[in-house]
T-cell receptor, first 114, second 114 residues
Framework: AQKVTQAQTEISVVEKEDVTLDCVYE???????LFWYKQPPSGELVFLIR??????QNEISGRYSWNFQKSTSSFNFTITASQVVDSAVYFC???????????FGDGTTLTVKP | DTGVSQNPRHKITKRGQNVTFRCDPI?????LYWYRQTLGQGPEFLTY????????KSRLLSDRFSAERPKGSFSTLEIQRTEQGDSAMYLC????????????FGPGTRLTVT
């Protein structure tokens, strides 16, 4: 069975600080997908990024970057120069390659203070 | 394109009653997923459909839960003989064939069982 662990329950930073959200997963699948989703306060989950298990290239999108390391089963998410609008709950998820069942972590609540 | 819609948004019911929720996915999306989310937890997979076929169902789902997607468009999730432990947010998501599991989530239906 798959398991996704987000050890940081809550993180609080001051605006413009960099922050890294950790995600560690367990799987027996040889190929799989990993995702990050954002859930703003009283809002819907929003897709941020997908990585294939065979593609360990890190990715940067604006202030967001992701570090995927298969050797340590980690898929960490960094926000550079955080902003108040980044305040949300962030979920990491694993999906099997038939794009069916997803396993989500319990989320990290990020609060960015002005 | 409109997003994923769910109805009703809120449902209060007495223990032992049956409830039914509806999800309308994004029109060209062939995959539809149901999740349950409780406070402080990540979404918990319940089931998913590809077109009208229900391809996977969580073992956590008791026989009181059933889902349908009769014409491969909207889906319904029914809970029979509700229990207080069923109180949660029920989320629906959809994805298109070419996006490898990237899911678009609806606003959810909040169920309260009294």
């Amino acid at each position: 069975a798959q398991k996704v662990t987000q050890a940081q329950t809550e993180i609080s930073v001051v605006e413009k600080e960099d922050v890294t959200l950790d995600c560690v997963y367990e799987t027996r699948d040889t190929t799989y997908y990993l995702f990050w989703y954002k859930q703003p306060p009283s809002g819907e989950l929003v897709f941020l990024i997908r990585r294939n298990s065979f593609d360990e290239q890190n990715e940067i999108s604006g202030r967001y970057s992701w570090n995927f390391q298969k050797s340590t089963s980690s898929f960490n998410f960094t926000i550079t120069a955080s902003q108040v609008v980044d305040s949300a709950v962030y979920f990491c998820a694993h999906m099997n390659t038939n794009a069916g069942k997803s396993t989500f972590g319990d989320g990290t609540t990020l609060t960015v203070k002005p | 394109d409109t997003g994923v819609s769910q109805n009703p948004r809120h449902k209060i019911t007495k223990r032992g009653q049956n409830v039914t929720f509806r999800c309308d996915p994004i029109s060209e999306h062939n995959r539809l997923y149901w999740y349950r989310q409780t406070l402080g937890q990540g979404p918990e997979f319940l089931t998913y459909f590809q077109n009208e076929a229900q391809l996977e169902k969580s073992r956590l789902l008791s026989d009181r839960f059933s889902a349908e997607r009769p014409k491969g468009s909207f889906s319904t999730l029914e809970i029979q003989r509700t229990e207080q432990g069923d109180s949660a947010m029920y989320l629906c998501a959809s994805s298109s064939p070419g996006t490898l599991g990237e899911q678009y989530f609806g606003p959810g239906t909040r169920l309260t069982v009294t």
